[in-house]
């Protein structure tokens, strides 16, 4: 039962632009996302997290949006970079022990 | 940041042979490690949380005699498959949560290590 969904596999975006990476949950028990960039053959690496009793928190180009109420949450990546071209995966956790939920991971591909 | 390092970054071994990888917090102190396993352009899938000094505790269809997992002290995890067989190959990363009975640390990851077994 995938609780985590991030329902684009890829993602195509022009360097400058804004790239918005989406996820859904299915868990109202999750109270805190994450964020994480991926390159092959690489482990995660945190990006931005946000917790249940915020709707935004931004970190330079990453802001993070959330919706409680839509269960969905929202990465924007702005201006994309093509260095920003990864697998990004959106994770989100409920309980003390701090295990996380993956999404399926979204590609992006930032072109010239 | 917070930095983990597995080793060895890449393994191939024979099928039969047991084969261990390291995991270690290099610079903060772990009280709980975890290992995921990633499958070809799938997500990662978390087959076991361990916590220094205790029992790992394994997700369910992870066969804990299998994947032997050690948390000895606070910067260092291991874990060991047993008995490999060429099922077994996959990219296998470990993540580290450092302080006490704080719900939102965040997990960092280490590299990964690529296991192929033949």
């Known amino acids: 039962d995938q609780q985590v969904k991030q329902n684009s596999p890829s993602l ?3 360097e400058g632009r804004i790239s918005i990476l989406n996820c859904d949950y299915t868990n109202s028990m999750f109270d805190y996302f994450l964020w ?4 092959p053959a690489e482990g995660p690496t945190f990006l931005i997290s946000i917790s249940s009793i915020k709707d935004k928190n931004e970190d330079g180009r990453f802001t993070v949006f959330l919706n409680k109420s839509a269960k969905h949450l929202s990465l924007h990546i702005v201006p994309s970079q093509p260095g920003d071209s990864a697998v990004y995966f959106c994770a989100a956790s409920t309980d003390s022990w ?4 993956f999404g399926a991971g979204t590609q992006v591909v930032v072109t010239p | 940041g917070a930095v983990v390092s597995q080793h060895p970054s890449r393994v191939i071994c024979k099928s039969g042979t047991s084969v261990k990888i390291e995991c270690r917090s290099l610079d903060f102190q772990a009280t709980t490690m975890f290992w995921y396993r990633q499958f070809p352009k799938q997500s990662l ?4 949380t361990s916590n220094e000094g205790s029992k790992a505790t394994y997700e369910q269809g992870v066969e804990k005699d299998k994947f032997l997992i050690n948390h000895a002290s606070l910067t260092l995890s291991t874990l060991t498959v047993t008995s ?6 996959s990219f296998y990363i470990c993540s580290a949560r450092g302080g006490l009975g704080r719900i939102t640390d965040t997990q960092y990851f280490g590299p990964g290590t690529r296991l192929t077994v033949l």
């Open chain 2, 45 to 48: 899938m978390l087959m076991a």
């Open chain 1, 12 to 14: 195509s975006v022009q």
């Open chain 1, 98 to 101: 701090g295990k996380l939920q």
């Open chain 2, 84 to 89: 490999a067989h060429p099922e077994d190959s």
């Open chain 1, 36 to 39: 994480y960039k991926k390159y």
